[in-house]
């Protein structure tokens, strides 16, 4: 292989998230932030916020890719399990996503600012969003970027396949 036909890095490659998203990797990433919201209130570790916030920051930016629980996820996980991928659409996971940075950095100044205890609640708040898209597969980021979209703030043209999140038409078709 010369050196012309390399497949060459562009920034673009990295900077973007997947559209569709396996539903299967994305509730296991879910229970991953739950495990780590949970390891942090039951043991103190206040630097866990941190490394809590990273992955909401890298998975908005980049979906799984400079995420280390994305990365485990969706190259050793999801391909190991006798489930088949359940593919929707990728901007309302994004979405998802940056509501966790919302709430991962707030957890962030809390801790730094001393307010331990605040912390703590806003990562509890984290957690049982992630548990139920984890256990059950109820995205509240999702349905909060449907509503969005209905009321017009989310342009039909980011996904035109999110025109029906709330599952109004037949649910065999319907993208989440």
Do not use: H
Not at 18 to 29: F, H, I
Not at 137 to 158: E, H, N, Q, T, W
Request: glycine residues 8%; hydrophobic residues 50%; proline residues 9%.
């Amino acid at each position: 292989m010369t050196q012309s036909e390399r497949p060459r890095f562009r920034p673009a490659d990295l900077f973007g998230f997947p559209d569709p998203v396996n539903e299967v990797s994305a509730r296991l990433v879910a229970a991953g932030v739950v495990a780590m919201v949970v390891t942090t209130v039951l043991t103190g570790w206040r630097w866990l916020p941190f490394v809590i916030a990273y992955g909401f920051v890298a998975r908005v930016l980049t979906g799984p890719t400079a995420s280390p629980l994305g990365q485990l996820v969706t190259r050793v996980i999801t391909p190991r399990l006798p489930i088949a991928p359940r593919l929707v659409p990728g901007p309302p996971k994004r979405f998802a996503q940056g509501i966790g940075v919302a709430f991962s950095l707030t957890a962030v100044a809390l801790t730094l600012a001393g307010a331990w205890t605040a912390a703590q609640v806003v990562l509890g708040l984290l957690a049982a969003a992630a548990f139920l898209e984890a256990a059950l597969g109820l995205c509240l980021g999702c349905k909060a970027f449907a509503v969005l979209m209905r009321l017009g703030i989310v342009p039909d043209s980011v996904c035109e396949r999110c025109n029906d999140l709330w599952g109004t038409d037949d649910p065999a078709t319907s993208p989440a």
